[in-house]
């Protein structure tokens, strides 16, 4: 998948890992229309307070996946979690090893209790084909959290150094492959990861629907383990047995983002 887009910038988000666990994704943007003469330009930005990035580790082992959005009650930490994090216990029937349950906790109902950690924009031309679209999502690596505050303390510290590297961003530049179904469309977006200082091509599924007079966007993708430290420079030693004894087989990473629509400008060039 990342071969092919080599040439191309699309999106870019920044993910990142965490001791045994992994941070995840980005958000900021900027976008113009590249569409030659004058057209009206459609402009939605991401709204912080409902928006959230995950990341999730196959096997998950009953604990590694993280979230921007902790408050949300669809959203619960698992074991070794610090004190005054809640938990069903029923959830660790799921097995460690699970690529069905990807993200395990998936956000039922859209609610105004995240984290402001992830920013971004969008812009196109055209929302029947989505053809000319560019933009950019920036998330703060920070604000990842497993529940776990240790875990989460020396991930940020040691896996991610949000000192250094402090957002994860995903800058779109292409959605091709575009198939509706009602009122959800199904797309790609192509462009460009950037993590820990490194950026890569990248292509993410998406699925959109209008919710509440905003447009709803799902999307996810994975890496393999070895590609946090091989492709990123991630410290293999920082992520300890999960890397080195090759426990962890994936990092799948992923976004819930609802967008903003503003009124329409008209671009000339």
């Not at 408050?71 to 938990?87: A, F, I, T, Y």
Request: proline share 6%; aromatic share 8%.
């Amino acid at each position: 998948m990342n071969g092919k887009h080599a040439g191309r910038r699309v999106v870019s988000m920044i993910l990142f890992a965490g001791s045994g666990f992994l941070l995840a994704l980005a958000g900021v943007a900027r976008a113009q229309s590249t569409q030659s003469g004058s057209a009206d330009v459609r402009h939605y930005t991401v709204d912080p307070r409902t928006s959230l990035v995950w990341w999730q580790v196959n096997p998950h082992m009953k604990h590694l996946w993280a979230t921007t959005c902790p408050l949300d009650p669809s959203w619960l930490p698992g074991e070794g979690r610090s004190s005054g994090m809640g938990v069903d216990e029923h959830m660790f029937d799921f097995p460690p090893e699970d690529t069905v349950h990807i993200p395990l906790l998936q956000r039922i109902r859209v609610r105004p209790v995240c984290t402001e950690a992830v920013h971004g924009e969008l812009m196109t031309p055209d929302t029947a084909t989505w053809a000319e679209t560019q933009g950019r999502i920036v998330v703060d690596a920070a604000a990842l959290v497993s529940g776990e505050k240790q875990r989460d303390e020396f991930t940020r510290s040691s896996v991610l150094e949000t000192d250094k590297y402090p957002q994860i961003v995903f800058n779109i530049d292409e959605i091709m492959d575009v198939k509706r179904a009602g009122d959800t469309t199904a797309a790609l977006a192509v462009g460009e990861l950037m993590l820990h200082g490194k950026s890569t091509p990248i292509a993410v599924h998406l699925l959109s629907w209008h919710e509440n007079g905003m447009l709803r966007v799902r999307g996810r993708w994975y890496m393999t383990a070895n590609e946090l430290w091989s492709k990123y420079g991630i410290s293999k030693q920082a992520m300890a047995l999960g890397v080195g004894m090759g426990i962890w087989k994936q990092l799948w990473m992923g976004f819930d983002l609802v967008l903003r629509p503003e009124p329409p400008t008209s671009a000339t060039q």
